[in-house]
């Protein structure tokens, strides 16, 4: 199984700044890499497929890239409605998820 | 609009079981493989399980130890899950979800339903 691993797992930012998340895979996925976005109550919302394209409907604000092992999602100004959790999926076996980093206001 | 809803879950003994429904609209529901997905409380997501179109092709997540089975009902436009065997770690809210494309293989998931609590306890 590939393990997917997020950091951190807490980040704290204030609006308007960027965050810069994180994620490692234990073996290579290639570019199928998916990010996603995760409310209080609510399923998660997909952001980013393909290691770096983003999702009908995504603002240009949120970016992804890398390649590999190696995967980082940019939120380039952060407005309040970004605050959420965000995990990183991989696809190129089956399915894993990494545990998650929750985004929250500094 | 594209939707999905899920249903079936509740309150379970330990050693019960539970199936769980989604039900599919505006899309062509039989040109998709489908997924599960679980969250536990206050944790992050599990992929459990997937079963493509025609259910030709069926996944499950080694964890589960052959106590769950995907179906799905392509003329009712349903996916199913039969869960046996159930344990206090199979407490989560379970999702059906739908990837982003129709080729066959493993894709990223586009459409999610809102979930179904399922509660093993005695």
């Known amino acids: 199984e590939i393990v997917m691993t997020q950091s951190p797992a807490t980040l704290s930012v204030s609006p308007g700044e960027r965050a810069t998340l994180s994620c490692r895979a234990s073996?290579?996925?290639?570019?199928?890499l998916a990010w996603y976005q995760q409310k209080p109550g609510q399923a998660p919302r997909l952001l980013i497929y393909?290691?770096?394209t983003r999702a009908t409907g995504i603002p240009a604000r949120f970016s992804g890239s890398g390649s590999g092992t190696e995967f980082t999602l940019t939120i380039s100004s952060l407005q309040s409605e970004d605050f959420a959790v965000y995990y990183c999926?991989?696809?190129?076996?089956?399915?894993?998820f990494g545990q998650g980093t929750k985004l929250e206001i500094k | 609009e594209v939707q999905l809803v899920e249903s079936g879950g509740g309150l379970v003994q330990p050693g019960g079981s539970l199936r769980l429904s989604c039900a599919a609209s505006?899309?062509?529901?039989?040109?998709?493989?489908m997924n599960w997905v679980r969250q536990t409380p206050g944790k992050g997501l599990e992929w459990v399980s997937h079963?493509?179109?025609?259910?030709?092709?069926?996944y499950y997540s080694d964890s589960l130890k052959g106590r769950f089975t995907i179906s799905r009902d392509n003329a009712k436009n349903s996916l199913f899950l039969q869960m046996n065997s159930l344990g206090v770690e199979d407490t989560a809210v379970y999702y059906c979800?739908?990837?982003?494309?129709?080729?066959?293989?493993?894709?990223?998931?586009?459409?999610w339903g809102q979930g179904t609590m399922v509660t093993v306890s005695s």
């Open positions: 979800a739908r990837p982003g494309t129709t080729a066959t293989g493993t894709w990223a998931f586009d459409i």
């Open positions: 505006g899309f062509t529901f039989s040109s998709y493989s």
């Open positions: 079963i493509s179109g025609s259910s030709g092709n069926i």
């Open positions: 073996q290579s996925v290639s570019t199928n």
């Open positions: 393909g290691a770096s």
């Open positions: 999926q991989q696809y190129n076996n089956r399915y894993t």
